[in-house]
């Protein structure tokens, strides 16, 4: 199992600019989850999903829009980008909600000037 | 608002010492209490976890020590190594949630 895979690995957008960012799990997970991680502030969620076509707001969720038409795929829309929104940004899932492990992928990397 | 916080920010022990990263939290709905590990250029994974009906899960040098009444938890290290130098986040989730609020991180380096 390849398990959480995330694409691009690095992008730089100049500010406007819109972009996906792509995130796939072969474990056959319901729930999925974005994250954003900066420096010194720990993961706060963007967006997640309990299951195909099921999407709910976290706790940071403007500027940002998500879809789950498939179990697999979860991408992460940016639109009109910001420099706030330079960060690591982690995709994650689980097979159970709150209470179940989550598995991360090894993160997008995104700088906005 | 911060619904987990973590200290200290940063660490450095000895080689052999005792690393120890203390979180504590408000809702008293949290029930599931993980920690994660992250190496750099790595995404977080699952290092332990704990649920509120023990007060304390150790595995191999890994303890996580629980106080209810308190509101507090934390994790050891045993005979710390070079290796286990990493940014540690502890975490806390509901049963009938489905997000994890995590604290801030602490980097923790060991040195030889």
């Known amino acids: 199992n390849a398990g959480v895979t995330q694409t691009p690995k690095f992008r730089i957008l100049k500010i406007g600019q819109s972009m996906t960012l792509q995130c796939t799990q072969d474990?056959?997970?319901?729930?999925m989850y974005w994250y954003r991680q900066d420096p010194g502030m720990g993961l706060k969620l963007i967006y997640y999903s309990v299951g195909a076509g099921i999407t709910d707001k976290g706790e940071v969720p403007n500027g940002y829009n998500v879809s789950r038409s498939t179990t697999e795929d979860f991408p992460l829309r940016l639109e009109l980008a910001a420099p706030s929104q330079t960060s690591v940004y982690f995709c994650a899932s689980s097979y159970t909600g709150g209470n179940g492990e989550q598995y991360f992928g090894p993160g997008t990397r995104l700088t906005v000037t | 608002q911060q619904q987990v916080k973590q200290s200290p920010q940063s660490l450095i022990v000895q080689k052999g010492g005792i690393s120890i990263i203390n979180c504590a939290y408000e809702?008293?709905?949290?029930?599931?209490f993980p920690w994660y590990q992250q190496f750099p250029g790595k995404g977080p994974a699952l290092l332990i976890a704990?649920?509120?009906?023990?007060s304390e899960k150790k595995e191999g040098r890994f303890t996580i020590s629980f106080n209810k009444s308190a509101k507090q938890f934390s994790l050891h290290i045993m005979d710390s190594q070079p290796g286990d130098s990493a940014t540690y986040f502890c975490?806390?989730?509901?049963?009938?949630?489905?997000?994890?609020?995590f604290g801030k991180g602490t980097s923790l380096l060991v040195t030889p």
């Open positions: 809702n008293t709905a949290f029930d599931y």
């Open positions: 975490a806390a989730s509901r049963n009938s949630g489905y997000a994890l609020n």
């Open positions: 474990m056959n997970h319901n729930y």
């Open positions: 704990i649920r509120p009906d023990v």
